[in-house]
């Protein structure tokens, strides 16, 4: 189901999880609503917590507190497991199993299982279906891997650095065949990555995470309006502050450029450019080494 009456892709309230009883919270507190029929970024610092919250989606992994709900189900329920296919990953498959049994098995497991969807990703690869799973290349055993969660045709994919191992031309084609998926079928994608320009024109939904918080989960055309790069000198920093927020911050001499969200016009003297996806996920995911005017200043009198 597509539109405004489609279920959230996921959603969590006051989530955590802690991989040992005694152990610090590797999720804590974590509340947002990604919604369906979108490309969802997952993105974050290593060790944010991506690849944890893909597991308690996928069912994998469950919750030490709060809840968290895809397609408004529990995960790892049978009805969950029918209707999302999570990529992790280490993209488990049989080793001696050659593709053709690999897509075989797939067809057996799943009644809703697209054949022909499941074989073109294959073949656009180049792989030979009597090929043996454990003698691919890395990039080959991920397409194999996507081909058998594409092929189940989940409504809701989860997918962890799934472009990991493929070379360019093999991430442009993924990339493609996951838009259609969402253009025709209304199918919900979330996936985390480290490629930030490779997510501009694919994700048009954005979930952050910093350590183990949510940062941010917004619309990307949303962030990329109310966001603003602005440039100048550095006697106009408390222009900044006040309706807008400074998320980072760079100063070189007397002159800084910071990544703001912008709410009403700009006091002062800036240059203004608008961001690119890149940009603004790029500075979410530095925000906590801003280098405030203050540092610079203690950098230059040293020098
Ligand atoms: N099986 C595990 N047992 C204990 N701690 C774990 C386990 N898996 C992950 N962690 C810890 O949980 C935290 C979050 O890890 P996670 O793999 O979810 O992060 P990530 O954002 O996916 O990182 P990366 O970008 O490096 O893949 C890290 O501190 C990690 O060391």
Sequence with gaps: MTGPDAPAALRATGLGFR?????????????????????????????????????????????????????????????????????????????????????????????????????????????PL?????????????????????????????LDEPMADLDPVARGEITATLMAEVAERGTSIVLSSHVLPELEQTCDWVLVLRNGSIELSEDSDALRENHAVVTGHTDQNDALTGPHTVVHRRVGG???????????????????????????LGGYLQAGDEVRPADSERTEAAA
């Design 19 to 127: 991989y040992r009883a005694r152990g610090g919270w590797t999720l804590r507190d974590c509340g947002f609503t990604v919604p369906g029929g979108r490309i969802t970024a997952l993105v974050g610092r290593n060790g944010a917590g991506k690849s944890t919250l893909l597991h308690l989606a996928g069912g994998l992994l469950h919750a030490d507190v709060g809840e968290l709900r895809v397609l408004d189900t529990v995960p790892g329920t049978r009805e969950a497991r029918a209707r999302v296919s999570l990529l992790t990953q280490d993209k488990p498959l049989y080793p001696r199993f050659t593709v053709a049994d690999t897509l075989r098995m797939g067809e057996k497991l799943n009644s809703r299982w697209d054949r022909a969807a499941a074989e073109q990703i294959v073949r656009e690869g180049g792989i």
């Design 130 to 158: 009597a090929a043996r799973v454990g003698e691919l290349s890395p990039g080959h055993h991920t397409r194999v891997a996507l081909a058998l969660a594409l092929g189940k045709r989940p409504e809701l994919l989860l």
């Design 254 to 280: 007397r002159q800084m450029t910071a990544l703001i969200r912008q709410r009403g016009p700009l006091r002062g003297d800036w240059h203004v450019e608008r961001p690119r996806l890149e940009d603004i």
